[in-house]
């Protein structure tokens, strides 16, 4: 399958929002929701004709002296009808290649994907809180930072 991503635009942005777990999305900053354009990265997958298959929306998040620190990938969504093809994988090595040198840790990680994000190339970190033999995760999991 023939995967393209590209940054979304205004116009997906009702798309994004439809097509998530409870989360709205805007063009612009609002009341609620998420705005594209206080995104790092928002992106679309889109097959060969032009049918959004799945997005992703990430954030800047600067140290304490403003300074960049570390990438929040915030939200990836990806429709029924294009999982297990590949669309995750295309959105993440997009991601990946614009901010080659950041961390990038997920915002909150669904548990039951752990050997997805492992796959994707992400690691986890064990919180305080994990217990061997007991799969809670209550560490990160994020891509480590290229810079030394």
């Excluded at 007991?134 to 290229?146: E, I, K, L, Q, T």
Aim: net charge negative; charged share 20%.
């Amino acid at each position: 399958m023939n995967i393209t991503v590209r940054d979304a635009c205004s116009a997906d942005a009702a798309w994004m929002s439809d097509n998530t777990e409870q989360w709205v999305i805007t063009a612009e900053p609002a009341d609620t929701g998420m705005a594209l354009t206080e995104a790092l990265h928002a992106l679309i997958a889109e097959d060969s004709q032009g049918t959004p298959m799945g997005w992703l929306y990430s954030s800047q998040q600067n140290s304490a002296h403003g300074e960049p620190g570390y990438v929040r990938l915030y939200e990836m969504y990806v429709a029924p009808e294009f999982r297990r093809r590949g669309v995750s994988r295309a959105l993440v090595k997009e991601l990946f290649a614009r901010v080659p040198d950041q961390e990038i840790v997920l915002s909150a990680w669904d548990r039951e994907l752990y050997e997805v994000w492992l796959k994707l190339g992400f690691t986890y970190t064990p919180g305080p809180e994990d217990k061997p033999g007991y799969n809670a995760y209550f560490g990160d999991m994020a891509r480590p930072s290229a810079a030394p």
